[in-house]
Every structure is written in C-alpha cells, then in structure tokens.
C-alpha cells in the first residue's frame, strides 16, 4: 500500500528495543541445536502458538525462557546481527538497543561474553550498513537493588561502551523508588538514565523515575495521560516517550490498536516516539508499528514524520550526529 511505502522511505531511529525481544523462533532453534539444549517445543510453530499473552509478566515468562538458549558470544553477535539487518531494510538509520544482563549472568553467563558478541554485532552493522547506535543496560526491577549493584559493577570495564542504564521487567510492585541509589550510583559513573514506566504501573511511576531516579526519557509513559500536571512537566521539560504499540496490544496495555494514546500525546505537544519493543514475540518490526499506529488513528502524513521526527530529537545523537542521520 502507499502509506507502507511512505513508511519505509521515512529514516527512523528505535529508541526502545530489548535486544533478547528481537529472538526469532527459527534462530532460537538454530542456536538450541547447536548448544545441545532441548526447548520445550517441538516445532517453531508450536513456539509461535505459544505467543500468546494477558499480560506482562506471562511474555516476560516465555522472554526470560526462550534467553536460556543464549550461552557463547557468538550467539549475542548473531542475536543482534539478525536484529540490525532485519531493521536495516526497514530504513532505520540509528538504534538504541537494551540488554539485560541479569538475564545471563544469573545463570552463569559472564557479563563479558555477552556483551562482546553484542557490540561487535553492533560495530559490523556501523561499518557494514551505516547503522549508528547506543548500547542501553537494563537492570532487572523484580530483582533486588543489591543485584543491580553488581550489575552496575560488573559494567565498568565495559563503561566505554555502554551509554546508558534502563529499568525493565515486571512493573508492578516494583516501582522506581525501589532503585534509587543504583541510579545516582549509575549516573555518577556518567550513564545516562532512562526507565520503563507507566506501562501496566500507574502515573505515579512516571513521577517517581522523574524525580527520584532523574531519568531523561521515559519508555512507555502511557499512563501519563491520566494525569494533567505530568503531561505538563512531560511537556514543559521536553520528556520524550518511547511508545510501542503492538506490544501494548499484545500485552493487553490497550485492548485494540485504535485506542492507542499516542495520537493524543501528540496533541499535547508531548515528544512521542514508536518502536517495537519485543519484536520477535509481538509480530511487529519499526514498520509495521507505525503502519499499525497511522491506520488505526488515521495519522496524517505530517504526524507520521512527526514521530520519526521525534525519535532523532530524542535520541543521543549529539547535534552534528542528528543532522549526518536524517
Ligand atoms: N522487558 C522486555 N520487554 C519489556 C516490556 N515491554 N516491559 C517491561 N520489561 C520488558
Ligand atoms: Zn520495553
């Protein structure tokens, strides 16, 4: 269709990426078989079928499962280098990818194998196919403060390429508050902070990462429009939301896509974003979030470039860097 091709031709930047979201049945399979480790599955359609979810926390059941294939560094650089080249023939331009290294160090992966077969898929894709890119550290919030202290201490060999921390996982019962000394421990070490919040959590959760973590964006956010005085301070302070909306229609965050609130953002003059999130288990790559969002709210074809618009913006692209990308 025309707006599918209006899409492709836009250059975009993903912002909120989960880097072990992007692990494709077929891979996962490959890499089973060669690490001899048998999955609870007997085919890939059978993993597909089990893609199905009422919540968070069961995709983040089947997430963290379908990880414990991930052993070797070569498996980090394929699972990322299949992530660049897919987004690659989509036309975007620059990334912003999370990792979750508890994911893997809990179970006896070093910190070290994964993040090495991660940057260097990274480093390929900046030569390779002119992809540039910021490496995000998520820390785990169902875990402990203490836990992501470690974290943040098993990192610093690798400061130089880590640009920024993140906090995923479940959200309720686990609201910002919990790891308020690993951010300002974290941020002294001269990273950048962003969190996930108010996807299933509630407003406040925005204004605890706000004003108690001091993140500079927030991923998700789309609870803030039950509250005034943050789409306020979201917009007075330039705040950018990275939004993913099929993964809040497979996670039951909205119940169908035409109810998705990023056209009102928008309106508010909110710094919206769209990206995919988990795409592997959500069915959906950048294109086919924005094709999805622009149908279902009818967007404009200025509101589409809008929102690619304010993913450059919201990026960590210095000045020069922006105007080299778009
Ligand atoms: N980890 C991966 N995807 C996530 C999401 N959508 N919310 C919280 N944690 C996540
Ligand atoms: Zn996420």
Known sequence: SQLKTIIQGIPKAELHLHLEGSFEPELMFEIAKRNNIVLPYDSIESVKAAYKFNNLQEFLDIYYAGAQVLLYE???????????????????????????????????????????????????????????????????????????????????????????????????????????????????????????????GPADYIWEALDILKVVR???GNRCLTDGALVKRLVDEKIALTLCPTSNVALKVIQKMNEHPVAKMLEKGIIATIHSDDPAYFGGYMNENYYQTAKALNLSLGQIQQLAINAFEASWMSTAEKENRI
Do not use: C
């Open 218 to 220: 927030i991923d998700h």
């Open 74 to 200: 070569q498996d980090f650089f394929d699972l990322t280098w299949a992530y660049l080249t897919k987004v690659h023939s989509e036309n975007v331009v620059h990334v912003e990818v999370f990792f979750d290294p508890q994911t893997h160090t809990e179970r006896g992966v070093a910190f070290d194998i994964v993040i090495n077969g991660i940057h260097r898929a990274l480093e390929k894709a900046k030569t390779d196919l002119n992809i540039s890119y910021k490496l995000i550290m998520s820390y785990l919030r169902h875990l402990s403060e203490e836990a992501a202290f470690e974290t943040l201490k098993a990192s610093l060999p690798f400061k130089d390429i880590i640009d920024g921390i993140g906090l995923d996982s479940s959200e309720m019962g686990n609201p910002p508050s919990k790891f308020k000394e690993v951010f300002k421990a974290s941020a002294k070490q001269g990273y950048k902070l962003v969190a996930h919040a108010g996807e299933e």
